[in-house]
């Protein structure tokens, strides 16, 4: 049971590695966007790969100790992987949310010499003053706010990746909102 768990402990600590990476020069939000759906896909790959496995060494455990799966002892049990996972999800949400915070400063990008992640352009028409691309959401889903929101939201599915271990359905979403909300930090 113990290796098991061990075993678990290290899938999941992968799991803080940013699901969000950039390279050090500024992009048309496009290629941003299009970058990132590229990395992205193969990470919550191997995240659902992991949530499989550690659904099979929670089967091996079943069958090496042949618990009463009603019992308040496995119960417990099953509570405490439960909470493990979704300390690993949440601190793989908030590993990709510290990177991407880091990653939009202007004075952690100063401060390590990195270039801003948009190529965004600045018209002045008259008295004012257009971005381009939009800085806020548009009905295209292209404004800058928007790749934003699409980046935020899959780090957001890492709670999505695997099933539950309480249950033959769902996922730690409804926690890992909760988790947050109670940080404060959506």
Same mark, same amino acid.
């Given at each position: 049971?113990?290796?098991?768990?061990?075993?678990?402990?290290?899938?999941?600590?992968?799991?803080?590695?940013?699901?969000?990476?950039?390279?050090?020069?500024?992009?048309?939000?496009?290629?941003?966007?299009?970058?990132?759906?590229?990395?992205?896909?193969?990470?919550?790959?191997?995240?659902?790969?992991?949530?499989?496995?550690?659904?099979?060494?929670?089967?091996?455990?079943?069958?090496?100790?042949?618990?009463?799966?009603?019992?308040?002892?496995?119960?417990?049990?099953?509570?405490?992987?439960?909470?493990?996972?979704?300390? %690993? +999800?949440?601190?793989? #949400? $908030?590993?990709?949310? *510290?990177?991407?915070?880091?990653?939009?400063?202007?004075?952690?990008?100063? !401060?390590?010499?990195?270039?801003?992640?948009?190529?965004?352009?600045?018209?002045?028409?008259?008295?004012?003053?257009?971005?381009?691309?939009?800085?806020?959401?548009?009905?295209?889903?292209? %404004? +800058?706010?928007?790749? #934003? $929101?699409?980046?935020? *939201?899959?780090?957001?599915?890492?709670?999505?990746?695997?099933?539950?271990? !309480?249950?033959?359905?769902?996922?730690?979403?409804?926690?890992?909102?909760?988790?947050?909300?109670?940080?404060?930090?959506?």
């Amino acid at each position: 049971m113990k290796e098991n768990v061990r075993k678990m402990g290290e899938m999941m600590e992968k799991w803080n590695k940013p699901l969000y990476e950039r390279k050090n020069k500024a992009m048309l939000a496009e290629d941003v966007e299009q970058t990132h759906t590229a990395m992205v896909g193969p990470r919550l790959e191997e995240i659902r790969s992991n949530g499989k496995e550690i659904q099979k060494l929670m089967k091996d455990t079943m069958e090496a100790v042949r618990p009463d799966k009603t019992s308040k002892t496995w119960r417990q049990y099953v509570d405490y992987l439960n909470g493990l996972v979704i300390e %690993g +999800i949440a601190e793989g #949400i $908030n590993g990709s949310m *510290e990177y991407l915070l880091d990653q939009l400063s202007i004075k952690y990008n100063k !401060d390590h010499g990195l270039q801003p992640i948009f190529d965004i352009k600045v018209n002045l028409e008259g008295n004012n003053v257009f971005f381009e691309p939009s800085i806020v959401c548009n009905d295209r889903m292209n %404004g +800058i706010r928007d790749i #934003i $929101n699409k980046i935020v *939201e899959d780090f957001i599915s890492l709670s999505t990746q695997m099933p539950r271990l !309480d249950s033959t359905n769902g996922d730690f979403l409804n926690e890992i909102k909760d988790q947050f909300l109670l940080m404060g930090q959506f």
